[in-house]
């Protein structure tokens, strides 16, 4: 409602003076702002997947996601380097839909996402003074965590949402010059977006013509079919709709706990891990993994090792995945590589997850610095490592 | 037990000297081999005192009892159990009755060489970085010498097995373990650093042997100045690789070590390092007479490789006649599958013949993969061959396989881990061997025979016609050396990655040979469980033996 009537508002200024201005379309720059972090996303991806050689590729690609996050008229801005988004960039995009008086359900949400944006940018910035290999590509993971809070997720709400959650539970979703309607009440017209308080609770679409697809930026929690019309409820449906029965408070969102510098993997994985270790690593590492033909792979003797040499996460998983088993590396499937380092992980006593450990290749490995783990309850204190069922 | 052994060295002299090949070496007044009798080793057939007999590096044995008409009776005399965590590549040196020998993890044992008893065992626990091997020992002056996984030179009493000095001899213990069997020479040990695929330099050092003081290092990649450098490109020969892993001929007469420098770093990424990259994958002959080395000659096998192709057999230096003429050769093979003929004044190439399939090799591995051959455990592996007189031919095994070659777009260097801007390559097809048989009047095979495993257990020959080697799978065999025919075998149950020996006592000759577990590069089923013996038993216990083989 909100978002129709500032429409109105803006066209009201439009027609009375110049210059012209736009007409605001906040759902619109949402939209363009989050395929900006996508073609920037896609400039880290390509260079962190790719096997180019020399700096300037490197460089290349962090000033082509910087220029798609902040846009020309920002100062990090390098023209020479092409720039994959719009040229207004992410950063302008939100710029413009924060640009105004009082603030809407989705503001949090979008001032947020700004904040992630320039921490983004921030880390590609240092990127681009780095000379080591290792520490452009932490940059980069960094940057690509920030931009992963910027597009957020459809089923989270406020600042955790970051734009999807804003596109999908909120008046935000809504495209310019749509209908709304009481998402209090069930639709009597189609197409129609339902509204309670800002926010998004659903979408009635025409039978007719409803396989034309769901509008951009929404996410569908529940789908029911009427005669005339198909509604699609929002991820946050029930809690809108709740509001108009009880004005209840929304239930607080569970506070997802923080990424820390904790090895990814589950207990499933390293169960999982346990057999393919038996029949492809034993004969060289050890049924006690103390080495036998090769070396060492967990407890004491390993992790001091590791933290001897500075060994990371990533630096183990390239030598598993790439090298191993070494009178045939390479011969494991992903998935079998990524339960054989689960297995490793447990057995050197690190506490399981709910995060698997990825199958690709995840530059956040690098930050994960192995070594002995203090308190860790030992399986076998001899060895210094752990017993995995 | 002091007693015992000098009355046994007592005794082999005793044997020598009836048997007409004694020399000045073995008397009372001298417990162990002076100078001169590393010199004239190949004269004296109760020992074996030099990694590959003697300083020419050629397992060859002239009036042995052991005959292509009696070596079928040949008999199992004893068996030595040692530390079975590994692969046993130990070439066990013999002396007064004595045998030591080292397991994968650096144990040293002592054996009495008649019965196999042990006499002592001095047990250690390296920090191994990324497999475990050693190649066995060296002695002198009553003691025993040993490099190790974690970067120590180490002298032990020969006598008690107990410690008397342990220096660090790696310059950086990170990256850096010696599998090399120490070679006395003079008063020095000479010994080669094993870093070529962790980001190291290579290099061969020169130590006091009665101090384990270091008196000098020749490093396999030269700096900036020195000649070779500009076929670098940039700083990449900092982490340029060129390890040394195998043994080294030295001629006496002028004091020249032939050494092999492995492959270059990052392996499987040239790019990073554009030129020739010397002296990685070279044979280098090396004045050692003064107080520092001096180049004399080198020749690079492989220039800029990509495919991990080092030189890995030990240097042999033989007279042969080539096209009717007598010549000074040295031998090498690499595991790019070639077997090459140099000039041992020289270094000009005589010739060089290919011993295992050669497929893609002039391509260097791009990021989706390419296949060539052999693959990186191919070709001459680590314990080379042996050059007969009797016959005038080499006679040399050979791994037949080929590999799946990835490169990666960066190499970044992580202490103790593989520095190879690649992977290792996957096996390609079928995983067999060859023993070869090369006329070094003509340069051609004189036989060949084609087999159904990996093949690196190096060759013994002797004046009589005979030839020892042993497969991966297990079998140590006997062949002709005119025909190739099989004239005995005998399944010992576990993988055979080292070279034989022989060495004669109470009147007996022994042949010795070590077999234990796969090493990391056969560990696979495909290299070693699924091939056969001659009599098609597939046995492959988790066993570190020493077996010792004697006529009835």
């Known amino acids: ?389 | 037990m002091l007693q015992r052994t000098l009355l046994l060295g007592l005794l082999a002299a005793f044997v020598a000297t009836v048997s007409g090949v004694g020399t000045a070496r073995v008397g009372a007044q001298s417990a162990w081999p002076s100078a001169d009798a590393y010199v004239a080793a190949d004269k004296d057939s109760a020992n074996w005192i030099l990694p590959a007999r003697n300083y020419s590096g050629n397992r060859y044995v002239s009036g042995a009892q052991i005959t292509t008409a009696n070596v079928g009776t040949l008999k199992r005399a004893w068996t030595a159990n040692v530390d079975a965590r590994g692969p046993l590549e130990v070439a066990p040196i013999v002396w007064n009755g004595t045998m030591y020998v080292t397991s994968s993890h650096n144990d040293v044992y002592a054996l009495d060489a008649q019965t196999g008893a042990l006499k002592w065992h001095f047990p250690y626990k390296p920090h191994v970085i990324a497999f475990s091997a050693n190649r066995g020992v060296a002695i002198g002056d009553g003691k025993v010498y040993e490099a190790t996984l974690d970067g120590h030179l180490i002298a032990l009493d020969a006598m008690t097995g107990k410690p008397v000095w342990n220096v660090v001899a790696a310059h950086d213990v990170s990256n850096t373990f010696f599998t090399m069997q120490p070679v006395p020479y003079k008063n020095m040990l000479l010994l080669g650093a094993s870093n070529g695929d962790w980001g190291g330099i290579g290099y061969l050092s020169a130590f006091d042997a009665a101090t384990g003081k270091r008196l000098w290092d020749w490093k396999t990649i030269p700096g900036p100045g020195e000649p070779g450098h500009n076929t670098w490109s940039g700083d990449s020969w900092k982490r340029g690789g060129g390890a040394i892993w195998s043994g080294l001929a030295i001629d006496p007469t002028t004091s020249t070590v032939y050494v092999d420098a492995g492959n270059p770093q990052p392996d499987f990424l040239g790019t990073t390092r554009k030129g020739a990259n010397l002296y990685t994958n070279s044979m280098v002959a090396i004045d050692i007479s003064g107080a520092q080395p001096k180049i004399k000659w080198y020749h690079q096998f492989i220039p800029h490789d990509t495919h991990d192709w080092d030189p890995a057999m030990p240097p042999v230096l033989f007279t042969g006649s080539v096209a009717g003429s007598a010549r000074s050769l040295v031998a090498a093979g690499d595991k790019g599958g070639n077997f090459w003929v140099l000039d041992a004044g020289t270094g000009a190439v005589v010739y060089h013949l290919a011993v295992s399939t050669q497929k893609g090799q002039n391509t260097e591995p791009s990021r989706k993969g390419d296949i060539a051959c052999p693959n990186t455990n191919g070709g001459v592996e680590f314990n080379g061959g042996s050059y007969m007189p009797d016959t005038n031919a080499f006679y040399v095994p050979s791994v037949d396989q080929c590999g799946i070659w990835k490169s990666q777009g960066t190499a970044t260097y992580v202490a103790g881990q593989f520095y190879l801007g690649g992977a290792f390559p996957a096996l390609y097809g079928p995983s067999t061997g060859y023993m070869n048989a090369v006329d070094i009047g003509t340069g051609k095979f004189l036989w060949r025979k084609h087999l159904a495993f990996p093949q690196i257990g190096g060759a013994l020959s002797m004046s009589t016609g005979v030839v020892f080697t042993g497969g991966v799978n297990g079998d140590f065999t006997a062949y002709d050396a005119k025909s190739g025919e099989v004239l005995w075998h005998y399944p010992t149950g576990m993988t055979i990655q080292a070279p034989a020996g022989t060495y004669t006592l109470g009147g007996k000759q022994f042949v010795v040979i070590a077999a234990g577990p796969a090493g990391v590069n056969f560990a696979d089923p495909r290299f070693n469980k699924g091939a056969p013996t001659l009599e098609g038993k597939y046995s492959h216990p988790t066993a570190a033996q020493i077996s010792a083989f004697t006529l009835p």
């Open chain 1, 1 to 389: 409602m909100r978002t129709v009537a500032l429409s109105l508002a803006a066209l009201v200024f439009f027609g009375s003076s110049a210059p012209p201005r736009p007409a605001r379309d906040d759902h619109g720059s949402a939209m363009s702002a989050l395929a900006d972090v996508r073609a920037a996303v896609a400039e880290i991806v390509r260079i962190e997947d790719g096997y180019a050689v020399g700096h300037g590729a490197y460089l290349r690609a962090a000033h082509r996601a910087m220029n798609a996050l902040v846009g020309r008229r920002d100062d990090g801005y390098a023209p020479s380097f092409g720039d994959p988004g719009d040229g207004i960039g992410t950063l302008g995009h939100l710029d413009r839909m924060l640009d105004q008086s009082g603030s809407s359900l989705w503001t949090p949400a979008v001032e947020g996402a700004k904040a992630n944006v320039l921490a983004a940018a921030a880390s590609l910035q240092s990127s681009l003074g780095q000379k080591e290999m290792e520490d452009y590509e932490a940059d980069l993971t960094q940057a690509l965590a920030s931009l992963a809070l910027v597009v957020g997720r459809a089923t989270e709400t406020g600042v955790l949402g970051g734009l999807d959650g804003a596109l999908a539970n909120t008046a935000l979703g809504v495209p310019a010059g749509a209908t709304t309607v009481s998402g209090c009440a069930a639709p009597n017209r189609a197409p129609a977006y339902g509204i309670v308080a800002g926010r998004l609770a659903y979408v009635a679409l025409p039978r007719s013509s409803a396989s034309a697809g769901i509008p951009n930026g929404f996410a569908v929690s529940r789908v029911e079919v009427a005669p005339a019309w198909v509604v699609l409820y929002a991820p946050a449906a029930r809690a809108a709709i709740a509001l108009c029965r009880a004005g209840s408070r929304m239930r607080r969102m569970r506070a997802v706990a923080a990424p820390g510098a904790q090895p990814p993997y589950t207990a499933a994985q390293a169960h999982a891990g346990s057999a393919i270790y038996r029949r492809a690593c034993l004969q060289c590492h050890g049924a006690d993994l103390q080495g036998a033909a090769g070396p060492a792979v967990a407890g004491t003797e390993f992790l001091t090792n590791a933290q001897h040499n500075k060994w990371t996460l990533g630096d183990m998983r390239t030598t598993v995945f790439e090298n191993m088993p070494f009178s045939n590396p390479g011969s494991l499937a992903p998935q079998q590589y990524a339960d054989v380092m689960a297995f490793l992980l447990a057995s050197n006593c690190y506490a399981a997850g709910t995060q698997p450990f990825p199958t690709a290749a995840a530059p956040t490995l690098a930050k994960v610095k192995l070594g002995p783990i203090h308190g860790a309850r030992l399986s076998n204190p001899r060895l210094g490592t752990c017993s995995v069922r």
